[in-house]
Each structure stands twice: as C-alpha cells, then as structure tokens.
C-alpha cells in the first residue's frame, strides 16, 4: 500500500474544541448554554498554587449540572440527546504539520532519562529532546542530526517552582528573561515504509523554531 492509500483509506477527522474557550478566556463574549463567567481576583492564597499559563486570566466559570466546581474555562458537555458513535479501530495517526532538520549533540543523563540538546546550523541551543533508551541517545549522538516535527504548542511559567518538571531547566542555554516560556512540542522521527516512528519527544523555543528553514508535509505515525 502506498504513502497516498494510507494518507485516505479510511481516514477521519478528529474534531477537538479544547481550546475554543480556554483560548477565550480574556476575552468578553457570552457564555456557552449551561455556563456562568465570573471575574476572577487574584489572592494572596492563589500566588502560592500553581496556576501555570492560567495565571493572568480575567474570569472563571460555573457550570449548572456541578455547581461547586469552578473551571478556568467551559468544556464541552454531553447532552442526553447525544448520539454515540462507534469508529472503527485506526491503525496510524495522520497529521499535517512542519518539520525540518537539527543539530544534536551533547548527550546526557539524569534519573535515568537521556536527554540530549538541538541546535540549528549556527549553532544556536534551541531545544531538548528526551528520549526513550540509552541506545537511540548513542544512535543520535552519533548521527549528529534528525529530523523533528511539530505537534502543538505550550507554553509555562519561567520558574523551576512552577514548572518542576521540564527538562530545560537543567540546561544553562534555556531562556530565563521573560515571564513565559514559550514553546513547540515536537517528536524526532525516523522513517520506514512510509511511516513516521517517534523515536523521542522534546520542546523547541517558539522564537527559534520559526526561525528555522521548515517544511509542511503529510506526517503518518505508525
């Protein structure tokens, strides 16, 4: 089977409304039916809770079906009207995205976990990968360089308080000067037959994955 049945047979799209409203949430609109918006007033109390990228936001929310649980932003509900669905089972993920090639080197290990560090043609740090074994780190040591591609963006507080667990914090090349870091999360791939492996997964700077010389492409992920 070619690269092209496995991109159309059987295919579907996956919808997903995450982020309608919890990208919405500074922003005046009405509420979803079921929902009630709030202003929200930082606390002394909230300072000291992790609030990662809902820090700054300006309201929170009710819902009518569990009225003392509060939300940073709705969600979508099931109604009783719903009508279930059953897809059959898919053998690969499929996903139009960006890659391009980097630099890899100075491999290391911490807890257990290899890590090693991105880099672009100038020698510029931009990122880290994790990967999965000791072996794939020597692999890629080796190699010197891989290609990675794109999945979703992130973003966190600029604090080891806040965000413990992200692997940057341990490297002196992480941007430090600004409130948020902002990132792509991507996955180093390798190819056979016409499909994608992930062979691991790490965060690039946003700033410098923009920069980068990157190519759109159809990814199937086996």
Same mark, same amino acid.
């Given at each position: 089977?070619?690269?092209?049945?496995?991109?159309?047979?059987?295919?579907?799209?996956?919808?997903?409304?995450?982020?309608?409203?919890?990208?919405?949430?500074?922003?005046?609109?009405?509420?979803?039916?079921?929902?009630?918006?709030?202003?929200?007033?930082?606390?002394?109390?909230?300072?000291?809770?992790?609030?990662?990228?809902?820090?700054?936001?300006?309201?929170?929310?009710?819902?009518?079906?569990?009225?003392?649980?509060?939300?940073?932003?709705?969600?979508?509900?099931?109604?009783?009207?719903?009508?279930? #669905?059953?897809?059959?089972?898919?053998?690969?993920?499929?996903?139009?995205?960006?890659?391009?090639?980097?630099?890899?080197?100075?491999?290391? #290990?911490?807890?257990?976990?290899?890590?090693?560090?991105?880099?672009?043609?100038?020698?510029?740090?931009?990122?880290?990968?994790?990967?999965?074994?000791e072996s794939d780190g020597l692999l890629l040591k080796s190699a010197g360089v891989c290609e990675v591609a794109a999945v979703s963006?992130?973003?966190?507080?600029?604090?080891?308080?806040?965000?413990?667990?992200?692997?940057?914090?341990?490297?002196?090349?992480?941007?430090?000067?600004?409130?948020?870091?902002?990132?792509?999360?991507?996955?180093?791939?390798?190819?056979?037959?016409?499909?994608?492996?992930?062979?691991?997964?790490?965060?690039?700077?946003?700033?410098?994955?923009?920069?980068?010389?990157?190519?759109?492409?159809?990814?199937?992920?086996?």
């Amino acid at each position: 089977m070619s690269t092209t049945d496995l991109a159309t047979k059987g295919s579907r799209l996956i919808k997903s409304r995450y982020s309608l409203h919890r990208d919405a949430n500074h922003v005046d609109q009405p509420s979803p039916p079921g929902w009630t918006r709030h202003n929200y007033h930082g606390s002394e109390s909230d300072r000291k809770t992790y609030l990662g990228a809902f820090r700054n936001r300006r309201y929170f929310y009710f819902h009518e079906s569990n009225p003392g649980a509060k939300f940073w932003y709705p969600i979508e509900t099931c109604q009783p009207s719903t009508e279930l #669905v059953n897809y059959p089972p898919a053998m690969y993920l499929l996903a139009v995205t960006e890659r391009t090639k980097l630099f890899a080197r100075n491999l290391s #290990v911490n807890k257990s976990q290899y890590r090693i560090s991105l880099y672009d043609g100038a020698g510029a740090w931009l990122g880290v990968l994790r990967l999965h074994n000791e072996s794939d780190g020597l692999l890629l040591k080796s190699a010197g360089v891989c290609e990675v591609a794109a999945v979703s963006l992130g973003e966190a507080d600029n604090s080891r308080e806040e965000e413990p667990g992200l692997d940057e914090w341990d490297f002196e090349e992480r941007p430090k000067s600004r409130l948020l870091y902002e990132f792509y999360n991507v996955l180093w791939i390798d190819w056979a037959g016409g499909l994608a492996r992930r062979r691991g997964v790490g965060r690039i700077m946003k700033t410098a994955w923009e920069r980068q010389k990157r190519e759109l492409f159809t990814m199937i992920l086996a």
